[in-house]
Protein backbone atom coordinates (compact mmCIF):
# COMPACT_ATOMS: atom_id res chain seq x y z
CA UNK A 1 0.00 0.00 0.00
CA UNK A 2 0.86 4.02 -0.71
CA UNK A 3 1.32 5.88 2.73
CA UNK A 4 -0.78 9.16 2.83
CA UNK A 5 -0.09 11.94 5.12
CA UNK A 6 -3.39 12.49 6.82
CA UNK A 7 -2.07 13.43 10.26
CA UNK A 8 -3.34 16.88 9.58
CA UNK A 9 -6.94 15.38 9.04
CA UNK A 10 -6.25 12.84 12.38
CA UNK A 11 -5.69 16.37 14.34
CA UNK A 12 -8.46 17.97 13.32
CA UNK A 13 -10.99 15.17 14.08
CA UNK A 14 -9.86 14.91 17.78
CA UNK A 15 -11.32 18.49 18.73
CA UNK A 16 -14.41 17.61 16.61
CA UNK A 17 -14.94 15.13 18.97
CA UNK A 18 -14.52 17.27 22.14
CA UNK A 19 -17.42 19.17 20.86
CA UNK A 20 -19.27 16.77 20.20
CA UNK A 21 -18.92 15.13 23.80
CA UNK A 22 -18.51 18.76 25.49
CA UNK A 23 -22.30 19.79 23.57
CA UNK A 24 -24.02 16.47 23.76
CA UNK A 25 -23.46 16.27 27.54
CA UNK A 26 -23.63 19.67 28.48
CA UNK A 27 -26.55 19.95 27.04
CA UNK A 28 -28.11 16.89 27.72
CA UNK A 29 -27.13 18.29 31.86
CA UNK A 30 -29.07 21.24 31.48
CA UNK A 31 -31.68 19.80 30.13
CA UNK A 32 -32.45 17.38 32.89
CA UNK A 33 -32.50 19.82 35.18
CA UNK A 34 -35.55 21.59 33.28
CA UNK A 35 -37.41 18.43 31.95
CA UNK A 36 -35.88 15.74 33.57
CA UNK A 37 -34.40 12.38 31.58
CA UNK A 38 -36.03 12.73 28.74
CA UNK A 39 -33.99 16.16 27.71
CA UNK A 40 -30.82 13.56 28.24
CA UNK A 41 -32.48 10.95 25.74
CA UNK A 42 -32.97 13.47 23.43
CA UNK A 43 -29.26 14.95 23.61
CA UNK A 44 -28.67 11.44 23.24
CA UNK A 45 -30.12 10.64 20.36
CA UNK A 46 -29.27 13.66 18.06
CA UNK A 47 -25.08 12.43 18.98
CA UNK A 48 -25.98 9.34 17.21
CA UNK A 49 -25.32 9.81 13.77
CA UNK A 50 -22.22 12.08 14.23
CA UNK A 51 -20.70 9.76 16.69
CA UNK A 52 -21.06 7.00 14.03
CA UNK A 53 -19.71 8.87 10.90
CA UNK A 54 -16.87 10.59 13.25
CA UNK A 55 -16.17 6.44 15.14
CA UNK A 56 -16.05 4.97 11.28
CA UNK A 57 -13.83 8.01 10.00
CA UNK A 58 -11.49 7.17 12.85
CA UNK A 59 -11.58 3.42 12.69
CA UNK A 60 -10.49 3.83 9.14
CA UNK A 61 -8.01 6.22 9.08
CA UNK A 62 -6.45 3.78 11.87
CA UNK A 63 -6.48 0.58 9.71
CA UNK A 64 -5.07 2.51 6.98
CA UNK A 65 -2.00 3.93 8.71
CA UNK A 66 -1.56 0.89 10.81
CA UNK A 67 -1.25 -1.27 7.52
CA UNK A 68 -0.08 1.04 5.58
CA UNK A 69 3.14 2.81 7.40
CA UNK A 70 6.20 2.61 5.61
CA UNK A 71 8.17 5.12 6.53
CA UNK A 72 10.89 4.47 9.31
CA UNK A 73 10.00 4.36 13.04
CA UNK A 74 7.04 2.97 14.85
CA UNK A 75 5.50 5.85 14.78
CA UNK A 76 2.04 4.06 13.06
CA UNK A 77 1.57 2.23 16.74
CA UNK A 78 2.70 5.59 18.51
CA UNK A 79 -0.32 7.41 16.60
CA UNK A 80 -2.90 4.74 15.35
CA UNK A 81 -2.83 2.53 17.80
CA UNK A 82 -4.53 4.70 20.24
CA UNK A 83 -6.43 6.05 17.49
CA UNK A 84 -8.28 3.17 16.33
CA UNK A 85 -9.30 2.70 20.12
CA UNK A 86 -10.76 5.90 20.54
CA UNK A 87 -12.64 5.12 17.03
CA UNK A 88 -14.32 1.65 18.51
CA UNK A 89 -15.23 3.62 21.89
CA UNK A 90 -16.88 6.44 20.21
CA UNK A 91 -18.41 3.60 17.19
CA UNK A 92 -19.24 1.57 20.79
CA UNK A 93 -21.53 4.46 22.04
CA UNK A 94 -22.91 5.76 19.54
CA UNK A 95 -24.33 1.79 18.71
CA UNK A 96 -25.35 1.29 22.25
CA UNK A 97 -26.81 4.35 22.81
CA UNK A 98 -28.96 3.64 19.13
CA UNK A 99 -30.10 0.51 21.09
CA UNK A 100 -31.08 1.95 24.56
CA UNK A 101 -28.21 -0.06 26.30
CA UNK A 102 -26.58 1.32 29.65
CA UNK A 103 -23.87 3.73 28.87
CA UNK A 104 -21.39 2.00 31.51
CA UNK A 105 -20.13 -0.52 29.22
CA UNK A 106 -18.88 1.99 26.74
CA UNK A 107 -17.85 4.10 30.12
CA UNK A 108 -15.65 0.54 31.25
CA UNK A 109 -14.15 0.40 27.44
CA UNK A 110 -13.39 4.15 27.70
CA UNK A 111 -11.70 4.21 31.39
CA UNK A 112 -9.27 1.36 29.91
CA UNK A 113 -8.50 2.88 26.57
CA UNK A 114 -7.76 5.81 28.65
CA UNK A 115 -5.09 4.37 30.71
CA UNK A 116 -4.09 2.75 27.50
CA UNK A 117 -3.69 6.22 26.00
CA UNK A 118 -1.65 7.79 28.84
CA UNK A 119 0.64 5.07 29.13
CA UNK A 120 1.37 5.85 25.18
CA UNK A 121 1.62 9.17 25.43
CA UNK A 122 4.45 8.54 28.56
CA UNK A 123 6.45 5.99 26.72
CA UNK A 124 6.44 7.91 23.38
CA UNK A 125 7.09 11.34 25.89
CA UNK A 126 10.60 9.18 27.72
CA UNK A 127 11.56 7.88 23.83
CA UNK A 128 11.61 11.18 22.62
CA UNK A 129 9.80 10.03 19.52
CA UNK A 130 8.24 13.61 18.39
CA UNK A 131 10.05 17.08 18.06
CA UNK A 132 7.09 18.39 20.65
CA UNK A 133 7.14 15.60 23.71
CA UNK A 134 5.28 18.17 25.75
CA UNK A 135 2.68 18.54 23.03
CA UNK A 136 2.30 14.85 22.85
CA UNK A 137 2.58 14.28 26.62
CA UNK A 138 -0.16 17.08 27.29
CA UNK A 139 -2.45 15.33 24.27
CA UNK A 140 -2.39 11.43 25.19
CA UNK A 141 -2.83 12.64 29.20
CA UNK A 142 -5.70 14.57 29.10
CA UNK A 143 -7.63 12.58 26.61
CA UNK A 144 -6.78 9.85 28.64
CA UNK A 145 -8.20 11.54 31.69
CA UNK A 146 -11.12 12.22 29.88
CA UNK A 147 -11.51 8.85 29.01
CA UNK A 148 -10.96 7.68 32.51
CA UNK A 149 -13.73 10.03 33.65
CA UNK A 150 -16.19 8.86 31.10
CA UNK A 151 -17.08 5.98 33.14
CA UNK A 152 -18.40 7.62 35.85
CA UNK A 153 -20.36 10.33 33.58
CA UNK A 154 -21.52 6.92 32.15
CA UNK A 155 -22.79 6.18 35.19
CA UNK A 156 -24.18 8.75 36.52
CA UNK A 157 -26.44 9.01 33.24
CA UNK A 158 -27.27 5.23 33.80
CA UNK A 159 -28.12 6.15 37.39
CA UNK A 160 -30.57 9.13 36.02
CA UNK A 161 -32.07 7.00 33.26
CA UNK A 162 -32.96 4.64 36.64
CA UNK A 163 -34.80 7.37 37.90
CA UNK A 164 -37.41 7.87 35.40
CA UNK A 165 -40.58 8.36 36.77
CA UNK A 166 -39.37 9.42 40.01
CA UNK A 167 -41.03 12.93 41.03
CA UNK A 168 -38.09 14.78 41.46
CA UNK A 169 -34.69 13.15 40.26
CA UNK A 170 -31.77 14.73 41.45
CA UNK A 171 -28.44 14.87 40.23
CA UNK A 172 -26.23 13.86 43.50
CA UNK A 173 -22.81 15.92 44.85
CA UNK A 174 -20.55 13.36 42.85
CA UNK A 175 -22.66 13.38 39.82
CA UNK A 176 -21.26 17.24 39.66
CA UNK A 177 -17.96 17.05 40.48
CA UNK A 178 -17.52 13.90 37.82
CA UNK A 179 -19.38 16.13 35.23
CA UNK A 180 -17.31 19.43 35.57
CA UNK A 181 -13.67 17.39 35.62
CA UNK A 182 -14.92 15.61 32.57
CA UNK A 183 -16.09 18.64 30.78
CA UNK A 184 -12.81 20.34 31.78
CA UNK A 185 -10.61 17.40 30.65
CA UNK A 186 -12.89 17.13 26.96
CA UNK A 187 -12.72 20.76 26.79
CA UNK A 188 -8.37 21.09 26.94
CA UNK A 189 -7.54 18.03 25.01
CA UNK A 190 -9.61 19.51 22.50
CA UNK A 191 -8.07 22.43 22.31
CA UNK A 192 -4.72 21.24 22.41
CA UNK A 193 -5.42 19.22 19.65
CA UNK A 194 -6.63 22.19 17.69
CA UNK A 195 -3.51 24.02 18.40
CA UNK A 196 -0.88 20.83 17.57
CA UNK A 197 -3.06 20.14 14.04
CA UNK A 198 -2.73 23.95 13.41
CA UNK A 199 1.20 24.11 13.86
CA UNK A 200 1.41 20.45 12.39
CA UNK A 201 -0.68 21.27 8.84
CA UNK A 202 1.77 24.24 7.22
CA UNK A 203 4.62 21.84 8.36
CA UNK A 204 3.54 19.06 6.60
CA UNK A 205 2.33 20.75 3.61
CA UNK A 206 6.13 22.42 2.98
CA UNK A 207 8.02 19.11 3.91
CA UNK A 208 5.71 16.03 3.05
CA UNK A 209 6.97 12.59 4.55
Not at 3 to 10: A, K, P, R, Y
Not at 187 to 199: L, N, S
Request: proline share 4%; aromatic share 14%; no cysteine.
Amino acid sequence: MVFIDNLGLMLFILPLVSVLIAYTTVQAFIGFRKTGYEAIKRSLDDSILPAAILGTIIIILSLWGEFSWTLPGSYNILFYDVYLLLGITILSYSVTVYMGKRLQSTGIFALFVGLITIYYGASGYNLGLTKEPLALLALYTTYGIAGILGYPVTLALDRLRDQQGVKDPKLEGWMYAFFILFWIFVIIAGIIGAFIAVETIPAHLAHPP
